[in-house]
């Protein structure tokens, strides 16, 4: 039989999508994809004015990093109260920092999923968060944190330094 090829299946672009474009706060990329947070965009909600997703994680299409459809979105633990506050990624696994939780989403298939989450291993400042070769390593007023990819995260400074003390 024929094919029919429209501009949805050529594009990646569903035509339901209202916008593909967007302001952001933090961004990550991991298996060719662009993952956003905290974003401004117009969406079937409000197609003719931006507006502020404070909980909303966007990806791009597969090796388009710069469209971010309105229709793209991943929802994990919206209307929380808290703000996306940074995006890291490590060995398929989305780590997304709010103020006070941690949210670790498998992405290493073709669809994500919540694979964990941490009560007080939120952040307060982007700039806490350190990407490295060997993993994600964090700071909050709770520790010094870090992620392999394989294991939960570990707190470094266990037995090792009182908690009062790390505040100090």
């Not at 929380?80 to 941690?102: C, H, P, T, Y």
């Not at 498998?106 to 060997?134: C, D, Q, R, W």
């Not at 993993?135 to 010094?144: D, M, P």
């Amino acid at each position: 039989p024929p094919q029919i090829f429209t501009h949805a299946t050529k594009s990646g672009i569903r035509g339901t999508a209202k916008s593909i474009d967007c302001y952001y706060k933090t961004g990550t990329i991991i298996n060719r994809r662009l993952y956003v947070g905290n974003i401004y965009q117009k969406t079937a909600d409000s197609p003719d004015v931006y507006k502020h997703y404070n909980d909303r994680l966007l990806k791009s299409i597969t090796n388009k990093f710069d469209v971010l459809p309105d229709t793209e979105y991943v929802d994990v633990a919206i209307r929380d109260g808290e703000s996306i506050v940074k995006l890291a990624g490590f060995a398929g696994r989305l780590l997304q920092f709010k103020e006070n939780m941690l949210y670790i989403i498998n992405v290493s298939g073709e669809s994500e999923y919540l694979e964990a989450k941490f009560v007080n291993m939120g952040i307060s400042h982007p700039n806490a968060v350190a990407e490295t070769e060997i993993g994600v390593f964090w700071a909050n007023e709770y520790g010094l944190s870090y992620f392999n990819g394989k294991e939960a995260p570990e707190n470094l400074i266990d037995n090792k330094i009182d908690i009062s003390e790390w505040n100090s």
